[in-house]
């Protein structure tokens, strides 16, 4: 009999779609439902509860989760790489200063890309210590466009393919990531350490054929075949599908030292992980490595 895993995710990445679509998971025994989240609070508490067994995340997540409701949450592989995230703002905005006294849209309030984007507006003269801004917690990407453009936030980070969708309804690039945290990583797969420990075989078996997935795609012959699927997958037109390819990691080995600079950034917003400072606790690098 075939195990069954739910894997939660934002966007579903480009060798999930294919393993599910060629028929890898399935041919090693293996079924992969996948849920896509409206927010990373219903993710990682979802996760902490054994409501589904893996998440596809940003790493600070893990940090924020970690410990907060009794499950201790770690990373197992590193899903993306190359990830660009925009900070873009309403069409009235002209300058940072704008900004001051505005509320901003983010997923969660203390949490992966609001940190991110408090980290922007700090270089550029903005504290939310010092009440330069509000966030409100909008939810994924699309709400968060949906927010601003409603005039309930005047900027936000928004990836792709929604930076896109916002350009087209005249709102403003002003800045990314790059600027201030050029290490900062993609996402990662996480698990609940408890139920890894209980069920290595189906984590391992899910990660190894992952990786076979995330090899075809890489082969120039997949290329065209890759994007349809993943296209298909996502509901999003092939131009998106291929840039969402492009973030794809060669391997899922974890990028640790981009894992450590989303550990400093929570230091430096007294957001201590409520396990502590040591990296090693919300990483477990024994399953991908398990994989051939």
């Known amino acids: ?6 894997v939660n995710v934002f966007n579903v990445d480009g060798a999930i779609a294919v393993g599910r679509g060629k028929g890898f998971f399935a041919g090693n025994g293996l079924v992969v439902e996948v849920i896509v989240t409206p927010n990373s609070t219903d993710q990682m508490r979802g996760l ?8 596809s995340t940003a790493f600070d997540n893990v940090l924020g989760w970690s410990g907060r409701e009794g499950a201790e949450i770690v990373a197992v592989a590193q899903v993306s790489q190359g990830m660009t995230l925009p900070v873009y703002v309403r069409p009235e905005i002209n300058s940072w200063e704008d900004l001051r006294g505005k509320p901003l849209a983010v997923d969660a309030v203390d949490t992966a890309y609001a940190l991110v984007l408090r980290r922007i507006l700090l270089a550029h003269g903005l504290e939310m210590e010092r009440g330069d801004y509000t966030l409100i917690p909008k939810g994924t990407t699309g709400f968060r466009l949906d927010a ?13 393919p929604w930076d896109k969708k916002a350009e087209a309804t005249g709102h403003k690039w002003f800045a990314d990531h790059r600027e201030v945290l050029p290490d900062y990583p993609g996402g990662v797969f996480a698990v609940d350490r408890k139920w890894a420990t209980a069920n290595p075989d189906p984590l391992v078996r899910f990660l190894r054929v992952w990786q076979e997935a995330l090899r075809w795609c890489h082969e120039e012959k997949n290329r065209a075949a890759a ?10 037109d092939e131009s998106a599908a291929a840039n969402r390819l492009r973030q794809l990691p060669r391997t899922g080995d974890l990028n640790l030292p981009g894992l ?29 490595a398990s994989t051939p």
């Open 227 to 236: 994007v349809k699927t993943l296209a298909e997958a996502e509901n999003i």
């Open 260 to 288: 450590q600079t989303v550990l400093d950034l929570r230091a430096q917003f007294n957001l201590t992980p409520g396990m502590g400072n040591d990296l090693r606790r919300y990483y477990d690098a024994q399953y991908y």
């Open 148 to 160: 601003m453009t409603r005039g309930e936030a005047f900027a936000g980070i928004l990836n792709p």
């Open 1 to 6: 009999m075939a195990d069954r895993l739910l």
């Open 48 to 55: 902490g509860k054994g409501a589904w067994q893996i998440v």
